[in-house]
């Protein structure tokens, strides 16, 4: 009875976005039979053994691995959702942003039960998606592309390249910054929702083009989580607001990441969902194969197509509503290209617990 009542607001939504058409989001549904258990995990890499246990030099480092035909599908599909979002906004010279979500680290999650292939690959961003978007930019003519994080629980570069981001930097020249060890500057919010400034990497606000390719998943605090709070959250740096974060206002977490994102004036949404993240989100989900990859110079409109093809109504969470309060895009004015959120819809395992509902401003989890 709720999945009905469920699907059934889900395809109201789903008309309300097609008549008004202010945005458009682009979702792209892959091949199951390339996509599906495509992550390579060996068994030293789960039982913490070194990659080169008789060369002292190494290399040491374990890394996620993909198949060559999942690399190839993953890169399909996000030029093909680029190409139908439009808006794309990198050009000649420019210098690229890529915001990598890389929080968790490879003990955390065999120690919590997550030291599997599906779980790893929904967690923290899609190496391949990464890949893709910055093979894009490089096309485009990009004369530098960084790819940053500031995990709260994790180190930033070595961690990125455990989950993917090696791909990007062999592929597309890419340089990997550590948004902890770097210069940053205080710069006004200009809605100051949550606080008045905020600590911001240089690294971040000096790029010609920023944009977020985050994973798709369910948020104890924020009910689901994408692109927006990939910058709201994880850009911020460690150093100025402690690990993981907790110097910034998860009170008033719907209102934190609409702040920041404003600051960063975030250009361009790419989430990777082959494998979502269900269930205890952020940190401990289950991941669930979804094959889609959605892309949107929107980022409310691209989080708010993430979240309902989760199963879940958009305007329930508080920073979906607040964005679009703001200024920073729709959260129902959109146009579906592509697949329709019908064709991809799952409906994603519900949080076993959250935080308090008024943090993330949500209505209902």
Same mark, same amino acid.
């Given at each position: 009875?709720?999945?009905?009542?469920?699907?059934?607001?889900?395809?109201?939504?789903?008309?309300?976005?097609?008549?008004?058409?202010?945005?458009?989001?682009?979702?792209?549904?892959?091949?199951?039979?390339?996509?599906?258990?495509?992550?390579?995990?060996?068994?030293?890499?789960?039982?913490?053994?070194?990659?080169?246990?008789?060369?002292?030099?190494?290399?040491?480092?374990?890394?996620?691995?993909?198949?060559?035909?999942?690399?190839?599908?993953?890169?399909?599909?996000?030029?093909?959702?680029?190409?139908?979002?439009?808006?794309?906004?990198?050009?000649?010279?420019?210098?690229?942003?890529?915001?990598?979500?890389?929080?968790?680290?490879?003990?955390?999650?065999?120690?919590?039960?997550?030291?599997?292939?599906?779980?790893?690959?929904?967690?923290?961003?899609?190496?391949?998606?990464?890949?893709?978007?910055?093979?894009?930019?490089?096309?485009?003519?990009?004369?530098? &592309?960084? %790819? =940053?994080?500031? #995990?709260?629980?994790?180190?930033?570069? @070595?961690?990125?390249?455990?989950?993917?981001?090696? $791909? !990007?930097?062999?592929?597309?020249?890419?340089?990997?910054?550590?948004?902890?060890?770097?210069?940053?500057?205080?710069?006004?919010?200009?809605?100051?929702?949550?606080?008045?400034?905020?600590?911001?990497?240089?690294?971040?606000?000096?790029?010609?083009?920023?944009?977020?390719?985050?994973?798709?998943?369910?948020?104890?605090?924020?009910?689901?989580?994408?692109?927006?709070?990939? &910058?709201? %959250? =994880?850009?911020? #740096?460690?150093?100025?607001?402690?690990? @993981?974060?907790?110097?910034?206002?998860?009170?008033? $977490? !719907?209102?934190?990441?609409?702040?920041?994102?404003?600051?960063?004036?975030?250009?361009?949404?790419?989430?990777?969902?082959?494998?979502?993240?269900?269930?205890?989100?952020?940190?401990?989900?289950?991941?669930?194969?979804?094959?889609?990859?959605?892309?949107?110079?929107?980022?409310?409109?691209?989080?708010?197509?993430?979240?309902?093809?989760?199963?879940?109504?958009?305007?329930?969470?508080?920073?979906?509503?607040?964005?679009?309060?703001?200024?920073?895009?729709?959260?129902?004015?959109?146009?579906?290209?592509?697949?329709?959120?019908?064709?991809?819809?799952?409906?994603?395992?519900?949080?076993?617990?959250?935080?308090?509902?008024?943090?993330?401003?949500?209505?209902?989890?």
């Amino acid at each position: 009875m709720k999945k009905a009542l469920i699907i059934a607001v889900l395809l109201t939504f789903a008309v309300a976005m097609v008549a008004f058409a202010a945005s458009k989001v682009a979702i792209v549904q892959g091949n199951e039979k390339v996509l599906k258990d495509s992550t390579i995990l060996h068994d030293r890499f789960l039982g913490y053994a070194p990659k080169s246990p008789t060369k002292a030099r190494g290399p040491h480092q374990w890394t996620l691995e993909y198949t060559p035909a999942s690399i190839k599908e993953v890169e399909k599909m996000v030029r093909k959702a680029v190409k139908l979002a439009g808006g794309w906004p990198v050009k000649r010279g420019d210098t690229v942003f890529i915001k990598f979500n890389a929080n968790n680290d490879q003990w955390y999650m065999i120690s919590t039960g997550h030291g599997n292939a599906p779980d790893f690959t929904c967690t923290n961003s899609d190496g391949r998606v990464v890949r893709a978007v910055a093979l894009l930019a490089k096309e485009s003519g990009a004369k530098k &592309i960084y %790819i =940053g994080e500031a #995990p709260g629980l994790a180190n930033s570069i @070595p961690n990125m390249r455990v989950w993917g981001a090696y $791909l !990007a930097e062999k592929d597309a020249g890419a340089e990997l910054v550590d948004l902890d060890r770097v210069p940053y500057r205080w710069v006004k919010a200009p809605h100051a929702l949550a606080a008045k400034e905020y600590a911001i990497p240089s690294v971040v606000l000096d790029a010609d083009v920023v944009i977020s390719v985050p994973p798709l998943k369910t948020h104890g605090f924020a009910g689901t989580t994408a692109s927006m709070k990939n &910058i709201g %959250i =994880g850009i911020p #740096p460690n150093k100025v607001y402690g690990a @993981p974060k907790t110097g910034l206002r998860h009170d008033k $977490l !719907a209102r934190t990441i609409a702040d920041v994102c404003e600051v960063v004036d975030v250009d361009y949404a790419v989430i990777g969902a082959i494998y979502g993240g269900e269930g205890n989100g952020p940190t401990m989900c289950d991941g669930i194969y979804h094959g889609i990859v959605i892309a949107s110079p929107d980022i409310v409109a691209a989080d708010s197509v993430g979240t309902s093809t989760m199963g879940r109504v958009p305007e329930r969470y508080g920073y979906l509503r607040v964005g679009q309060e703001i200024g920073l895009g729709t959260y129902k004015d959109i146009k579906v290209v592509g697949n329709s959120i019908e064709e991809v819809l799952k409906f994603y395992k519900e949080l076993p617990g959250h935080g308090p509902a008024a943090w993330g401003e949500v209505w209902g989890w």
